[in-house]
């Protein structure tokens, strides 16, 4: 009996270090006091319940009926498909013949066709769609997907939020020997980690970068009704995968499938059919093949579609950033949610005016539109390549699909994409390293703050308190304890931050009520009152931890009266003595102060020159200029102190 209160006593100090804080109903309790060995264990199970609160929230897919589907791949058509909509303004207008035959026709139309029917509606809508991260598309989600079934441990690996005990469960078999050798392969060989991340953050770099290329393309090939685009015959149907957050995948999947696929046949056909006829018109094919009397309707509608058009890569953008600052490889922006319905549909001011700026200059530099042409081309090719090959990931690792299957999948698109990408390496001289430079610009920015917050985890896991620590130090006699109730917030999923043992010791004071506060936010509209407020005790006396929880439209206001009256009333709940209630009700009289915790980051000489930088500028950089963790909160500026660390790393 003594053996397992002890052991469960030391599991659950184990767990406090690790993260997987609180006892039931967020309360911490021990073993000492006698009891049975049944209620040890049961103590013990509920104490590691409170770590997977805090856990990245899982985005359940939402149930929609057949109106809503509808409306939903209505919208889809401007969002999503407005891109690839409008490329019959230019794409035969893009081919550089002097006098086409009817077969060179005819063998055009038969490239776009099968282009569209292999990659678009087979490779897109009916597989790659399938990969989706709880309701997110797009290169970076694929990546989320991979790694919670893998244990990435490399330097350059995003946030892992694997857990060791996942192996046991049914939904992490084993699967079949390829499975398990390409996990296996992948989980012991850092090089392979750190390359699979560099090229996701590549493909992310591009599809945000395509979001500042896809409006200079678009518009100016509407306003200009031709256009010599090399990329034209390319499909655009990354957009629909990365947009899948904003909408949902029956909705994109039907709108493609019975609609938008069909009316790009036809048109394609009945420009080819035109040009059959009059084969000189190529270079003004679109315009010329409508009569003249909708000429100048066709062209304000061409015009407006083009602008809508833009909405799908800029749209994709958001929500690879939303994703990317998830897993927390991009200084924190403003995501402001423009539907109280779907939490995918999102906006982003500062990625927004980025975006702006780019697509400005580009626009000025590139002033004929054929290397704006160009380099779009390069960008959707390099994207089509590397979705193909993290599908093919996710089909043998995850989906756990037989081999065969797994080929007939990759060799036809991997050899179609390749042999577009070959054709437009002459390309990149002219306009084709517009993409790259674009996406050095974006992976600096996620390659600098990714190394970055490694550094601080490693740092934060190696020096983070224990619950003994904290204990010993709050019940020697050095520290003096403070009347009035501390807010202190930080963050408490990896364990205590080595911040609350910098306070305590350069302050020797305690408030007598001191709660340390992880704020958090769902993907949902709005969190009940009621589900707000997690707590629970941590530690001696008067030292307890709130779990706060938003939803995307909820107001994160800890101003006034009220917030502390909740915190209060859900803290009586887990008081274990009159005397605790006493001295929380006299706390309150004597006033409330809010904590914010700030690390800065300092490389010293142990590092390279290059990691220096990184750490010193960059990092640094960006972490003074961006949004910070609490930059949300809503406190009262006058009770607020904030508490900086060095982080020596």
């Known amino acids: 009996m003594e053996d397992s209160r002890a052991i469960a006593n030391q599991i659950v100090e ?102 569209l029917t292999l990659v678009a509606l087979i490779k897109y ?186 909405q799908s890569m800029i749209s994709a953008s958001f929500s690879i950033v939303k994703q990317s600052l998830a897993l927390g490889c991009f200084p924190r922006v403003n995501m402001i949610h423009t539907s109280s319905k779907h939490e995918g549909q999102i906006y982003s001011p500062e990625i927004n005016y980025t975006l702006m700026v780019i697509c400005i200059a580009l626009v000025v530099g590139f002033k004929q539109g054929v290397e704006i042409g160009n380099a779009y081309g390069v960008v959707v090719v390099w994207v089509m390549l590397i979705t193909t090959c993290l599908t093919t990931l996710v089909m043998i690792v995850i989906w756990d699909i037989n081999f065969l299957l797994v080929c007939c999948f990759f060799l036809p698109f991997i050899i179609i994409e390749g042999i577009y990408m070959t054709s437009l390496l002459n390309k990149i001289p002219q306009g084709g390293w517009v993409p790259f430079a674009i996406s050095a610009f974006f992976l600096v920015i996620m390659l600098s703050w990714t190394y970055g917050r490694s550094k601080k985890s490693i740092y934060e896991a190696e020096r983070k308190m224990s619950l003994g620590e904290l204990n010993q130090i709050l019940s020697s006699g050095t520290v003096y304890r403070t009347p009035g109730i501390c807010f202190f917030c930080t963050d408490l999923v990896n364990g205590i931050p080595p911040i609350i043992r910098h306070y305590i010791q350069h302050t020797s004071s305690v408030r007598e009520i001191t709660i340390i506060v992880t704020v958090r936010t769902l993907p949902i509209k709005t969190v009940l009152p009621e589900e707000r407020l997690v707590v629970g005790k941590l530690g001696l006396e008067g030292v307890y931890r709130c779990l706060v929880q938003f939803g995307y439209k909820d107001s994160s206001n800890m101003e006034g009266d009220d917030y502390v009256a909740s915190v209060v009333a859900k803290l009586r709940h887990h008081l274990e003595s009159t005397e605790e209630a006493q001295k929380l009700d006299a706390a309150m009289e004597k006033g409330v102060v809010f904590v914010m915790g700030r690390t800065i980051l300092k490389a010293n000489k142990s590092n390279g020159w290059l990691g220096r930088f990184t750490i010193n500028y960059l990092y640094r950089f960006f972490q003074k200029n961006c949004r910070s963790a609490v930059s949300t909160l809503e406190v009262p500026p006058g009770k607020t102190l904030q508490v900086g660390m060095l982080y020596e790393i």
């Open 125 to 310: 809508v009916f597989i790659v769609l399938r990969a989706d991260d709880h309701g997110e598309g797009g290169t970076f989600a694929l990546y989320s997907f991979l790694c919670r079934h893998f244990n990435f441990r490399s330097k350059l690996t995003i946030q892992n939020t694997r857990l060791e005990s996942d192996a046991n469960m049914r939904y992490y078999t084993r699967g079949s020997p390829i499975k398990s050798k390409t996990k296996n392969f992948l989980e012991s060989n850092l090089t392979a980690q750190s390359l699979l991340t560099f090229i996701v953050l590549l493909g992310t770099c591009m599809v945000i970068g395509d979001g500042a290329l896809t409006p200079a393309t678009s518009v100016l090939s509407a306003l200009q009704g031709i256009q010599s685009l090399s990329s034209g015959i390319k499909s655009r149907a990354e957009a629909m995968f990365a947009d899948l957050g904003h909408f949902n995948k029956k909705a994109i999947q039907l709108a493609f499938s019975l609609f938008v696929y069909p009316a790009l046949i036809l048109t394609y056909a009945g420009e080819a059919a035109y040009l059959i006829k009059h084969p000189n018109e190529i270079s003004t094919t679109f315009y010329s093949s409508i009569p003249d009397t909708v000429y100048w309707p066709m062209f304000v509608i061409s015009t407006l579609a083009a602008i809508v058009a833009s």
């Open 14 to 115: 184990e767990e406090l270090e690790g993260g997987s804080i609180g006892g039931e109903n967020g309360v911490s309790k021990s073993c000492d006091q006698p009891s049975s060995e049944v209620e040890c264990t049961n103590m013990l199970h509920k104490s590691l319940s409170f770590f997977h609160l805090y856990q990245p929230p899982l985005r359940k897919p939402m149930d929609y009926h057949a109106k809503q589907t509808l409306l939903l791949a209505y919208q889809s058509l401007g969002v999503v498909y407005g891109d690839i909509g409008t490329s019959p303004l230019y794409v035969f207008s893009s081919i550089r013949l002097s006098s086409p035959g009817e077969d060179d026709l005819l063998g055009i139309l038969s490239l776009i066709f099968w282009t």
